[in-house]
């Protein structure tokens, strides 16, 4: 019964590599979201998405490349991986703008 | 209180107690502001929010404070219990038509028994 539900939940790889990170959920929202949490517990919008349609792509690296197949799907995939991207990622969900986030567990991203 | 900086904050308080935790915000345009809370290894979840036009809102055992002249928000947790220890986070939102919603830097809350 998991809202909103990211695989997987821990990623280890090396530099160069290439991953992707799933993300769904089920409360019937418009907007989907990816954040990224740095070791400072800082959180930074990455990508922003409505109806499939992306708004909001805060000057990302062109490495990172989200898809939204659906409504209830946006993934992120991830190019030739740096050390710089280890992080925790999280896919969050809303009901439209100006409303509270739901947010999945995160995935840790290493990079070694 | 909640800082921009490069550590996090930490607020200690006795169970029991009432805790306030502290946030300023910068774009004075922002007209929706909520409040998450994170514990280890989960996700930010919801805790309250308030719009613009309110400058006070109440939930079960939390307030929320908005005094938009100085740009200044407050979480209140009544009661403080040891399952309130987590990091709190401020966001406001309504940027970039509502799709874009900005994170404090967080203020680590722990509760002693």
């Known amino acids: 019964d998991t809202a909103v539900s990211q695989t997987p939940k821990y990623l280890v790889t090396q530099m160069g590599n290439d991953k992707s990170i799933k993300c769904e959920q089920n409360?019937?929202?418009?907007?989907m979201y990816w954040y990224k949490q740095d070791s400072k517990k800082f959180l930074k919008i990455m990508f922003s998405y409505n109806n499939k349609e992306l708004i909001i792509n805060e000057t990302v690296p062109n490495r990172f490349s989200p898809k939204s197949p659906d409504k209830a799907h946006l993934n992120l995939h991830i190019n030739s991986l740096e050390l710089g991207d280890s992080a925790v990622y999280f896919c969050?969900?809303?009901?439209?703008?100006?409303?509270?986030?739901?947010f999945g567990n995160g995935t840790r991203l290493t990079v070694t | 209180g909640e800082s921009v900086g490069l550590h996090l904050p930490t607020l200690s308080v006795q169970e029991g107690d009432n805790s306030i935790i502290n946030c300023a915000y910068s774009?004075?345009?922002?007209?929706?502001f909520i409040w998450y809370k994170q514990e280890s290894g989960k996700g930010p979840q919801f805790i309250i929010d308030?719009?613009?036009?309110?400058d006070k809102r109440q939930g079960q055992r939390v307030t929320v404070l908005l005094n938009k002249t100085v740009k200044h928000l407050s979480l209140q947790i009544a009661a403080t219990q040891p399952g309130d220890s987590a990091v709190y986070f401020c966001?406001?939102?309504?940027?970039?038509?509502?799709?874009?919603?900005?994170f404090g830097a967080g203020t680590r809350l722990f509760v002693k028994a």
């Open positions: 308030i719009r613009s036009n309110m």
């Open positions: 969050a969900s809303s009901q439209g703008s100006s409303s509270p986030l739901h």
């Open positions: 409360l019937g929202h418009d907007t």
């Open positions: 774009n004075s345009a922002s007209d929706y």
């Open positions: 966001a406001e939102g309504g940027d970039t038509g509502g799709f874009k919603t900005i």
